[in-house]
T-cell receptor, first 112, second 116 residues
Framework: DAKTTQPPSMDCAEGRAANLPCNHS???????VYWYRQIHSQGPQYIIH???NNETNEMASLIITEDRKSSTLILPHATLRDTAVYYC?????????????FGTGTKLQVIP | GAVVSQHPSWVICKSGTSVKIECRSL??????MFWYRQFPKQSLMLMAT?????????EQGVEKDKFLINHASLTLSTLTVTSAHPEDSSFYIC????????????FGSGTRLTVV
C-alpha cells in the first residue's frame, strides 16, 4: 500500500474550515484514497474516499490533486466534536490481498 | 450503512489465561478482515489480515501462535490472545470489507484488554 505523510498536528478555530493535507506520492492509478478519524478510545470512523475526482459528503470534502500525489480533507465548519486524529490511507495490493495500514495521522484540535 | 460489531468492548483477565475477541459484520458479508492493536498515544498497528476460506497473514513480528485468528465465516472473525501477559494489554480493533465492494473498510468499536 502507498505510504502516506501527514502533519502530526493542527489547530483550527471552531466554526472555521479545517484543511488537512496528505501526501501519497507513490499512489498507483487504481488506488483509492480514504480518510478516517479516530476519537479517543474508539474505532476509526469512515469520513470519505476518492479516486481522482473531488468528493463531498455530509461530513467533509476531499480534494485530490490532478497528479493524485496529494489530497486535502476539508471540514467546512469545524466543531469541538471534530477534535480527533485524522488518518489518510491508501490501501493497496500486497501479495494478492489488500492491506490497510495506518500512518501516524494528524491530531486535529478544534479550539473554542 | 455497514456495521461491524466487536465484543467485548473491554475485558480484564489474569496473566496466563486466554481471551477471545469477536468481530461481526452485521449487515454485510466480509471476505477480508483486519486486526489491529493500538497502544496509548500511538497509531493503529496492523497485526494480521484474514480472508475467508484461507489462513490469516500475520505482519512481521506478530506471533501467530499467540494471536490466533479464525475467519470462521463471511460475518465472523475471532482473535484469541493465548497465554496473555501484561504486555499484551492494549486496544484491539477489527475491520471488515464488504464482499463485492472495491472500497469501504468498516471498523469495530475496539476492545480494551487489560492483563493483570
Amino acid at each position: 500500500d502507498a505510504k502516506t505523510t501527514q502533519p502530526p498536528s493542527m489547530d483550527c478555530a471552531e466554526g472555521r474550515a479545517a484543511n488537512l493535507p496528505c501526501n501519497h506520492s507513490t499512489i498507483s492509478g487504481n488506488e483509492y484514497v480514504y480518510w478516517y478519524r479516530q476519537i479517543h478510545s474508539q474505532g476509526p470512523q469512515y469520513i470519505i474516499h476518492g479516486l481522482k475526482n473531488n468528493e463531498t459528503n455530509e461530513m467533509a470534502s476531499l480534494i485530490i490533486t490532478e497528479d493524485r500525489k496529494s489530497s486535502t480533507l476539508i471540514l467546512p465548519h469545524a466543531t469541538l466534536r471534530d477534535t480527533a486524529v485524522y488518518y489518510c490511507i491508501v490501501p493497496g495490493d500486497s501479495g494478492g490481498y489488500q492491506k490497510v495500514t495506518f500512518g501516524t495521522g494528524t491530531k486535529l484540535q478544534v479550539i473554542p | 450503512g455497514a456495521v461491524v460489531s466487536q465484543h467485548p468492548s473491554w475485558v480484564i483477565c489474569k496473566s496466563g489465561t486466554s481471551v477471545k475477541i469477536e468481530c461481526r459484520s452485521l449487515d454485510f458479508q466480509a471476505t477480508t478482515m483486519f486486526w489491529y492493536r493500538q497502544f496509548p498515544k500511538q497509531s493503529l498497528m496492523l497485526m494480521a489480515t484474514s480472508n475467508e476460506g484461507s489462513k490469516a497473514t500475520y505482519e512481521q513480528g506478530v506471533e501467530k501462535d499467540k494471536f490466533l485468528i479464525n475467519h470462521a465465516s463471511l460475518t465472523l472473525s475471532t482473535l484469541t490472545v493465548t497465554s496473555a501477559h501484561p504486555e499484551d494489554s492494549s486496544f484491539y480493533i477489527c475491520s471488515a470489507r464488504e464482499v463485492g465492494r472495491n472500497y469501504g473498510y468498516t471498523f469495530g468499536s475496539g476492545t480494551r484488554l487489560t492483563v493483570v
